[in-house]
């Protein structure tokens, strides 16, 4: 019964999406703001409805209901509580319909956020999103309901993959939904000011925050499933430029293009055409990222074909809404012709070019990487693997030139940098960057992209570091005050500044991370029997115990592993190979140990009868800059997206 | 140290501890780094862009039983990686050779940053010819009311 008011729910939704579109429609020919106001109380009873979708679902999922065939699929009455509520987006219905629910939360957010200051917008907006909505709750009333009935009622469900039950991805599809969606608000404003020929600078500032929010959300996003694949997929690494990771990845790549662009066109009013090509390709690769993932086309072109339904239906429907954004960006771009003012090829400006060129050639990178195997197979070429080694290749130097440009863009002016503001802001960044090299350099690391990678960073650090004391010092001497007030003070008063350096300062502490995990990574794969010892690095492990352990739905053979370092015991590790109940999958529990920065991490793949085990010992120096990074940048994008409003905003 | 000493020191540790004639201390051997190594440059062909040697498919550990054996049979990394071209072909490896249409996946991100790289430069420099020059005449002091003005505009 439940699961039915749900299923009425959605269509119902289904339903106002249309009659949404249709008031836009005639809220703009009528000009009667009636209209406009039925299709915001369209969008609101849209997101009621969809949120009673979920419920519905998220109550089968906890009464575990079996006859619902979602949850039959992707549940099993041992699954843990925690696991039954997440398992709702484990599987591809499921997450389609926490796709469309977080569309609707946003887009009523939007419309009752921005429904005084932007009267004229509204239309558009709610046109726009209900659009979207529509094409997706299409895809899910129509083709992949997770509202199904299933008959006979079996007395068991599947279970939802086990490699799903963990606590990061209970919150990786979220937060990843939040950041493709999330980019829909500024894509609906810049589809607005497109349509309506109102192509100022207003919709930018409106929408800042909600970029800014949709960029922190795929940020995290991306980083849980890191996280996650690191420690559960029982490898050691954290991104295997797997094409679902290249996904969101692309998004990603083009949203901090665009997030970077748009600073142009608030302060300089220039690059209008650019900006809006900028959020349409962002969007349009989160719809896209969403059709690769959801459409099976990744996995086999023949898997595709032999079940092109869905994929066929998202295809088009994706082509849709990108062939109308960039027909209208086409149509207007004329109009829009600004007459481009540059002072200099060394200014802001320019590089901010610069730097949008770099994303752009990076997305491109990853996308022709990951397309290039289903375009070959296509056209009859045969069938390669495009993996890891090709992007670690091809992607590390423009990722050397995008980090470089971060280091220097903040503290080039605006218009025209003499030769002098050069000279100051960049001599001494240039030598702690020679420093930084020359200590590194002593202490024996010779590889090149380490040390390349390490020049770029301590040069960038450092001129964060010289401008922000230099900022400080003068806000202590202005309002006497000591040193810390002046830092304080000099980053209150320019939140929006420093709060994206510290952003940058975020990416820095990441990129060092990345450069000794994955450099520097030693490994060492052993048999032991218990008594045996291994050694790794400065670390000798001994395996003393293997036994048997059981969870609430799983059983596991668990080694102890004690972890020296001369003769002091560091602590125990005790990984796990298990084997789920339900669908007999063995996952690899790793074990993990942080010391000095990094991680001793362990992992047990293999337990012979005669209990002889395989050991694999990982070192991971500095793994924790990694996430530390990714925590420091969250806390930039927070304080970016708190900052007091200014009168000029 | 005499011999008898140690070989009673020995003969003490190995009594007291029983355990201990079993135990010893692992290590990998020069054929495992060697097996790790070509197995990391192979494909594990039924999961997603994984290679056997991170993956934990059954397939993947038999390939990584044939990277071994034939290994062992004195065959040369050339020889395995041979073996499993002809066998499976290009899809095997983990990147795409660098010959014949595979050249546009590998040069075309350096194409692509050069070939834009060149147009916006030439881009940016036309714009910067097409703007006029600010006059280079130095900015007039300000009174004393408009510093102060400012003064408080920058507090704010």
């Not at chain 1, 994706?318 to 200099?344: M, N, P, W, Y």
């Not at chain 2, 993947?60 to 499976?88: C, N, T, W």
């Amino acid at each position: 019964m439940i699961i039915e008011i749900g299923h009425f729910s959605t269509i119902i939704a289904l339903v106002l999406s249309v009659f949404g579109m249709a008031s836009a429609a005639l809220a703009l020919k009528t000009r009667n703001p009636d209209w406009a106001r039925s299709g915001r109380m369209a969008v609101t009873l849209i997101f009621v409805l969809l949120g009673i979708g979920m419920l519905a679902l998220v109550y089968s999922f906890i009464v575990r209901d079996f006859s619902v065939l979602y949850v039959a699929n992707n549940s099993n009455s041992n699954l843990p509580f925690f696991y039954t509520v997440s398992a709702v987006w484990g599987g591809h219905e499921g997450s389609l319909l926490l796709w469309v629910f977080i569309l609707s939360v946003f887009s009523t957010l939007a419309v009752w956020l921005h429904w005084r200051t932007q009267p004229t917008i509204m239309p558009y907006l709610i046109g726009v999103e209900c659009a979207i909505i529509f094409g997706f709750l299409c895809l899910i009333v129509f083709l992949s309901s997770p509202f199904e009935r299933l008959l006979p009622i079996p007395l068991e469900g599947k279970d939802l993959n086990p490699l799903l039950q963990d606590p990061a991805m209970v919150m990786h599809p979220p937060m990843l939904y939040m950041g493709y969606v999330g980019f829909s608000i500024p894509f609906s404003f810049a589809m607005a000011a497109l349509f309506s020929g109102r192509l100022g600078e207003e919709w930018i500032k409106v929408t800042q925050r909600w970029t800014t929010f949709a960029w922190m959300c795929l940020t995290t996003g991306i980083l849980l499933g890191g996280y996650w694949a690191y420690y559960e997929l029982g490898w050691g690494g954290y991104w295997g430029w797997d094409p679902v990771e290249n996904a969101s990845f692309m998004p990603w790549l083009v949203g901090t293009a665009y997030l970077h662009s748009v600073l142009v066109q608030e302060k300089r009013k220039m690059f209008k055409v650019w900006n809006l090509f900028l959020i349409i390709v962002t969007f349009s690769l989160s719809l896209i990222g969403t059709f690769l993932v959801r459409s099976g086309v990744l996995t086999s072109v023949h898997s595709f074909a032999t079940d092109p339904e869905r994929g066929l239906y998202i295809l088009i429907f994706v082509g849709t809404i990108i062939g109308i954004a960039f027909g209208a960006l086409i149509l207007r771009s004329a109009k829009l012709k600004s007459q481009v003012e540059l002072d200099s090829l060394i200014s802001r400006e320019s590089i901010f070019l610069f730097n949008n060129l770099f994303f752009l050639v990076a997305a491109a990178t990853v996308f022709l990487g990951t397309l290039y195997p289903l375009i070959l197979e296509t056209f009859g070429g045969g069938k390669v693997t495009v993996g890891p080694p090709y992007y670690n290749a091809v992607f590390m130097p423009i990722a050397l030139g995008l980090l470089f440009l971060m280091g220097i863009g903040p503290y080039i002016p605006w218009r025209k940098a003499s030769v002098e503001n050069l000279r100051k802001s960049f001599s001494i960044p240039l030598l702690a960057g020679a420093i930084m090299v020359a200590l590194l350099a002593i202490t024996g690391i010779r590889n090149l992209y380490a040390l390349a990678g390490s020049y770029v960073v301590a040069f960038s650090g450092m001129a964060i570091v010289m401008d922000f004391s230099k900022v400080s010092q003068l806000y202590a001497q202005r309002n006497s005050s000591n040193i810390f007030k002046g830092c304080l003070a000099a980053f209150t008063a320019n939140q929006r500044r420093y709060a994206a350096m510290l952003t940058h300062i975020g990416v820095l502490v990441l990129v060092i991370g990345i450069i000794a995990s994955t450099i520097y990574q030693t490994e060492k794969v052993v048999s032991m029997k218990v008594g045996d010892e291994m050694s790794i690095g400065d670390y000798r492990m001994k395996l003393t115990n293997i036994h048997d352990v059981e969870g609430g739905n799983w059983k596991a053979e668990e080694g102890v592993f004690q972890v020296y370092e001369d003769e002091t015991l560091l602590t125990e590790l005790r990984p796990q190979k298990r084997i789920y109940n339900a669908t007999q999958t063995p996952t690899t529990e790793s074990a993990i140990y942080s010391i000095n920065m990094g991680h001793i991490f362990l992992t047990m793949p293999e337990v012979s009868p005669e209990g002889v085990a395989v050991a694999r010992g990982v070192l991971n120096p500095l793994i924790l800059w990694v996430w530390g990074g990714g925590i420091i940048m969250g806390l930039g994008v927070i304080l970016n997206i708190l900052r007091p409003r200014k009168r000029e905003e | 140290m005499f011999m008898p000493i140690r070989l009673a020191l020995a003969l003490t540790f190995i009594l007291t501890t029983p355990w201990a004639v079993l135990a010893e201390v692992q290590d990998e051997s020069a054929l495992d780094i060697q097996v790790r190594e070509i197995a990391k440059t192979l494909r594990c062909t039924v999961c997603q862009t994984e290679n056997i040697w991170e993956s934990g498919a059954p397939l993947a550990q038999q390939m990584r039983g044939v990277v071994r054996d034939r290994l062992k049979m004195g065959h040369s990394p050339e020889d395995i990686k041979e073996y499993f071209l002809s066998r499976y072909g290009d899809y095997i490896m983990m990147q795409p050779p660098a010959h014949g249409v595979n050249w546009l996946l590998w040069a075309g991100p350096f194409i692509l940053l050069l070939g834009g790289g060149l147009l916006l430069y030439k881009e940016v420099i036309g714009w910067v010819r097409r703007t006029p020059t600010p006059s280079t005449t130095p900015p007039t002091p300000l009174d004393e009311q408009a510093r102060q003005r400012l003064e408080r505009e920058l507090e704010s």
